[in-house]
């Protein structure tokens, strides 16, 4: 699948990208365990791709998926995925954000409406990110932590995603965010258990314009 693109101006200027630069509440990248670990990730990098792929591969494959491993605390903060080491996609999202962002490059956040089941209902979202390469544009990446048929991987300007979309009732939301959205931030730090995310993970249902006809 090609890369996607929500501005296909690559010239854009940095105050058009300053949201996407910022620190806040939950994408912290000011906080200074966030900003150190940064630094020492970009280390050594030549390119704007090298600093991106190493904070990319170390939230895919440092931090830990909490429903993968069953890992509590549930975590929303950035600061606070780093400091446990674990999140769910969202939280993950959050902290390679964060990451990103505190070392100068771009970075927001993307979500999916995807089948829990075997291509069926429930649905759920799932969050993942997007960066601003300067030879590419906007490109999604997916630090939700690969396993058995999930292969994500940093491959500008292919995207490699962890999950394709099939079921009619499943999509991309449009846009790359700054910021989480309110009721993913709600249901991470409503609930004290994985087991409460899961059992109430959020979902958007298609508007009557996005639904596909029967």
Excluded at 23 to 30: F, Q, T
Excluded at 108 to 115: F, I, W
Excluded at 172 to 183: K, N, Q, S, T, V
Aim: proline share 8%.
């Amino acid at each position: 699948m090609l890369a996607f693109h929500c501005h296909p101006d690559h010239d854009m200027d940095r105050t058009s990208l300053q949201p996407y630069l910022a620190a806040s509440i939950h994408v912290d990248a000011g906080d200074p365990d966030v900003r150190a670990t940064a630094f020492h990730l970009a280390g050594g990098a030549s390119s704007q791709a090298d600093v991106v792929r190493a904070c990319f591969k170390f939230v895919r494959d440092q931090i830990a998926h909490s429903a993968d491993f069953r890992r509590n605390p549930v975590t929303c903060r950035a600061s606070d995925v780093l400091r446990h080491r674990t999140g769910f996609c969202y939280a993950k999202s959050h902290l390679l954000a964060a990451l990103l962002r505190a070392n100068g490059i771009p970075a927001g956040l993307c979500y999916q409406r995807l089948a829990t089941g075997n291509k069926e209902a429930p649905y759920c979202l799932h969050g993942l990110n997007a960066v601003w390469l300067t030879d590419f544009g906007w490109y999604r990446i997916d630090p939700r932590g690969n396993k058995p048929g999930i292969d994500a991987r940093f491959d500008p300007p292919r995207e490699a995603l962890a999950f394709s979309l099939s079921d009619p009732q499943e999509r991309d939301l449009p846009g790359i965010l700054a910021e989480p959205l309110p009721l993913v931030v709600e249901v991470l730090e409503r609930c004290a258990s994985i087991e409460e995310v899961l059992a109430g993970l959020p979902d958007l249902a298609p508007g009557p314009e996005e639904r596909q006809p029967a």
